[in-house]
């Protein structure tokens, strides 16, 4: 009998579009649908178990062994680097990681730039690779809110349709990178249980044409 | 006296098995001051693991630093060449967990070979990181790499260092859309492009994925990689190791220092490589040596988990003694216990020990009279 593979997901939206996407790969597992409250999910015909997590934490429960692969955004990837194989890019929760600011802002360079963000790893680089000196504000959410209250001369954050952005009278100005939803691997599940890891991506890529 | 291996922790066992395996293949001991000048560090940053270095000012106001590594101050008291120095060491670094920055004290044992290298050297070295695996983990694979073949790729293909870095990251990461996406932008022909994804994505034995590779060599220098991958994977078989030797190019280090087989060893149950070595030629030019080098380190720290010893007991036997015994009866009787081969603890309370049987002096008295 084939091994088990324990999978984290996201909750919420992406996670279920990324189940949507194992499903028609033939490794659903029926009770994910079922209880909206349970975490935990296991399928012991399709070899599949599966943990409903918080998106920013996928990649922790990857990369210390407790699921051996999962879905995350290339914007947690970038931010935290995880030590985990990154197997395929799934096409799903398309957006850009932007620089975004006030509409007519224009970027003075005489003193450091205060930058409000999740992603003060991104920024840092992105702003290192221009030899820009910045301060960084790290913030835990509504970062829209940051440059309107003077907080902030810009944003660095994802970027959906712009709509958030629009409506608080900002614009984005630079697209630092595009991200979607990203299949990724625990380095020593990959090698002890490879064949049904790959047996599991191939069926993906059948799955969603690529 | 002889002693029982139960007595051992995880870690511990693994040391004196893995020290024994060592000197079986004449690599002798090495031993070491626990901190250098922090210089020695710092010029060498990058072949380091992380920047976090703990550092103090000796009585003469010298910069030291806690030991993050052992290569490289075996490296820095190695002579130049002639035949090759075989060495061991079992010390405590310092330096942070996973992707941590907190600096811990983490056990490494290991060996280096330094001098005038031929196969025979590195096919030994393979083969006693795959017996160490051995002593450690039942499930267990040896993934090995070469920093020749993936250089003599990038060069052959025209690609420059930073490029080539970047490439080599999505390599590590098996991220084969990034290799194409990456391609694309630096203008890269589609032919290489996914040559490289599928030698990013390239996985199993030695001996059958070679024609595979084969396939991928482009020039002379990538073919003399594959040539000394394959006689050194031959020499490591010949002297007694698995065919749990995987090949895997997903292992990739610094270009600076490592220029020939890489390689990193895997136990079910560890989330993380447990044993990483290398041919580090170029570290030794570094310091003007001009000799081979080839060694690896276990991280035996990675054996100890919480819960991994669950059911094992504290004590065989818990002796208990109430504040009127007499504490010499209590000393013949614990003497009887140990020198009757069982393990004894005595105690006035049992609290959370997990023991095999409980007993009480009188009780012992009793069966013993």
């Not at chain 1, 009998?1 to 790969?25: C, D, H, Q, T």
């Not at chain 2, 140990?338 to 008295?365: F, N």
Request: hydrophobic residues 40%; negative net charge.
């Amino acid at each position: 009998m084939s091994e088990m593979i324990n999978i984290a997901l996201p909750k919420g939206r992406l996670g279920e579009r990324v189940y949507a996407i194992f499903e028609a790969a033939g490794r659903g597992c029926r009770s994910v649908t079922e209880d909206s409250r349970k975490l935990f999910f296991e399928d012991e015909t399709a070899r599949v178990r599966y943990f409903l997590v918080k998106p920013s934490d996928t990649h922790i429960y990857v990369e210390r062994g407790a699921a051996d692969i999962g879905v995350v955004g290339k914007d947690i990837l970038l931010e935290y680097s995880p030590d985990v194989y990154e197997l395929m890019d799934l096409g799903v929760g398309a957006c850009r990681m932007v620089v975004a600011a006030k509409k007519n802002f224009e970027d003075e360079t005489g003193g450091a730039l205060r930058v409000a963000t999740k992603f003060a790893n991104i920024a840092r680089g992105y702003y290192d690779g221009r030899g820009r000196e910045i301060d960084i504000i790290r913030l835990g959410g509504s970062i829209e809110l940051a440059p309107l209250t003077g907080l902030s001369d810009v944003i660095v954050d994802i970027m959906e349709t712009g709509r958030t952005l629009l409506d608080n009278g900002m614009e984005p100005m630079q697209t630092i990178t595009d991200i979607s939803a990203r299949l990724i691997a625990n380095k020593v599940s990959y090698r002890f249980k490879h064949a049904e890891i790959t047996s599991l991506c191939d069926a993906i890529r059948r799955s969603i044409g690529k | 006296m002889t002693f029982s291996e139960d007595v051992l922790k995880g870690e511990e066992l693994a040391v004196v098995r893995l020290r024994s395996l060592y000197s079986r293949y004449g690599y002798t001991r090495f031993g070491m001051s626990k901190f250098e000048e922090y210089e020695l560090y710092s010029r060498n940053k990058s072949f380091l693991p992380s920047g976090n270095i703990i550092t103090f000012t000796d009585a003469g106001g010298k910069l030291m630093a806690l030991r993050p590594d052992v290569t490289l101050s075996i490296v820095k008291a190695a002579p130049g060449g002639g035949p090759p120095r075989k060495l061991y060491y079992s010390e405590n670094v310092y330096r942070p967990l996973h992707n941590g920055r907190e600096v811990r004290e983490r056990m490494q044992v290991g060996l280096e070979c330094i001098g005038e290298l031929g196969i025979y050297d590195a096919g030994e070295v393979i083969m006693l990181a795959e017996r160490s695996l051995e002593t450690i983990g039942e499930r267990r694979c040896l993934c090995v790499s070469h920093m020749g073949f993936l250089g003599g790729l990038l060069d052959g293909a025209g690609v420059g260092s930073e490029q080539g870095a970047e490439l080599l990251k999505c390599v590590s990461g098996r991220n084969t859309s990034d290799i194409r996406r990456l391609g694309e932008e630096y203008g890269l022909s589609d032919e290489f492009c996914e040559n490289l994804a599928e030698l990013a994505s390239l996985y199993g034995p030695v001996g059958e994925k070679l024609d595979i590779l084969r396939s991928l060599s482009i020039n002379g220098v990538t073919d003399a990689a594959l040539d000394e991958l394959e006689q050194t994977y031959l020499t490591a078989r010949r002297l007694g190791a698995g065919d749990d030797i995987n090949i895997d190019f997903s292992i990739v280090n610094d270009m600076n220092y490592y220029s020939g087989i890489i390689f990193q060893g895997f136990v079910e149950g560890i989330p993380s490589a447990v044993l990483s070595g290398g041919r580090y030629d170029k570290l030794l030019r570094r310091f003007g040596k001009h000799a081979g080098a080839i060694g690896f380190a276990v991280y035996v720290d990675l054996l100890e988990r919480p819960g991994g010893q669950s059911g094992k007991l504290d004590v065989d036997v818990l002796l208990l003694y109430g504040e009127d015994d007499d504490p010499l009866e209590l000393a013949g009787a614990v003497r009887a216990i140990a020198e009757g081969g069982e393990s004894v603890r005595a105690t006035s309370e049992a609290g959370d020990t997990r023991y095999g049987r409980l007993l009480s002096l009188s009780e012992w008295r009793s069966a013993n009279t």
